[in-house]
């Protein structure tokens, strides 16, 4: 497990935001996957409030409420995204997905992000992210070799999938791990074997 060394939280920031804007046509997001998600997850509980961390342009809110709107469920979806290009897109925040709003404290049904390789502290991001669970609540995180190959000032975290496992189901109950093949389709630049680590608190 390796996390890149910054020498303050701004050259992170600024690193993060020219990151978003060098990439700001590309997408990670698999719809396909996210219909999946969105299957597995109406078969445990109906979410009302799913929060996606790190969304660049927002796909991942469109692609959430498309697939529970085919379920016949109407949710409310919230990206956040650190650049101040967020407010470009529907359904998006500009903020450091480090950070808790107080009214999101054990009140999201669902966190969903495929970005924790973004992270710079990716053990107090989790426990924030965790925090913000209601009582049956889950965290989903994509994990892929594509995006946990590299640590460099954009991409600071990156692990082997054995080592993303424990670093997920050490202090946290590992409910499921679903599997998936990314389509490029729909404009992503990216595809190949999508790993979805389901997680509640214990």
């Not at 961390?53 to 919230?78: A, C, M, P």
């Not at 107080?102 to 970005?115: A, F, G, L, P, Q």
């Not at 053990?123 to 924030?128: G, P, T, Y």
């Not at 109950?173 to 998936?180: E, G, K, S």
């Amino acid at each position: 497990m390796k996390i890149w060394n910054y020498n303050s939280y701004e050259e992170y920031k600024i690193a993060q935001i020219n990151g978003n804007k060098s990439k700001i046509k590309n997408s990670f997001v698999d719809p396909i996957s996210i219909d999946m998600l969105c299957n597995y997850i109406s078969k445990l509980h109906t979410p009302e409030f799913i929060l996606c961390h790190g969304t660049r342009r927002g796909l991942e809110q469109q692609y959430f409420k498309d697939s529970f709107s085919k379920l016949n469920i109407n949710v409310n979806v919230l990206g956040t995204e650190i650049s101040s290009t967020a407010t470009n897109y529907p359904n998006t925040i500009e903020w450091d997905f480090h950070d808790v709003k107080e009214e999101w404290v054990s009140n999201v049904d669902i966190v969903y992000s495929n970005s924790i390789d973004h992270s710079y502290k990716p053990h107090d991001c989790l426990r924030a992210w965790m925090q913000c669970l209601n009582k049956n609540g889950l965290c989903i995180l994509e994990y892929s070799v594509i995006c946990n190959s590299v640590c460099d000032p954009t991409d600071p975290f990156s692990s082997t999938l054995e080592e993303f496992t424990e670093f997920v189901s050490t202090d946290y109950t590992l409910v499921d791990t679903l599997v998936t093949n990314g389509k490029k389709d729909l404009g992503l630049t990216h595809k190949g074997i999508r790993h979805f680590f389901i997680l509640k608190n214990k």
